[in-house]
């Protein structure tokens, strides 16, 4: 019998699909609208994402936001951890045709 280990320390999925779709927009009101959120509310999830990481990842800018150096290296493995999960939903439970 394999022991499961329990994933720990990992950030929530609600942080990171607003880190997500800021990062591909860089743009809080444009992750807002996407998500049905207010931009209030990504920018308290960007917040508590980065607080929980201990790093920024994004500038924050006059007119949007600019990745730091740290969350250019961090969008590559949430965005394929997201296409990976998208595509063992599609895979095992079929599309949106249901």
Do not use: C, N
């Not at 942080?15 to 209030?40: D, Q, V």
């Not at 308290?44 to 994402?49: C, D, G, K, P, V």
Request: no cysteine; net charge positive; aromatic share 10%.
């Amino acid at each position: 019998m394999s022991l499961i280990r329990p994933v720990v320390g990992l950030p929530t999925l609600t942080w990171l699909r607003a880190f997500e779709a800021a990062a591909r927009t860089s743009s809080f009101s444009a992750a807002a609208a996407e998500l049905s959120l207010t931009s209030g509310a990504i920018s308290y999830q960007i917040r508590a994402l980065e607080a929980h990481l201990g790093f920024a990842l994004f500038e924050r800018l006059p007119r949007g936001v600019k990745l730091t150096p740290m969350g250019v290296a961090y969008l590559p493995p949430v965005r394929k951890a997201f296409e990976e999960l998208a595509d063992s939903t599609v895979g095992l439970f079929g599309g949106s045709e249901r």
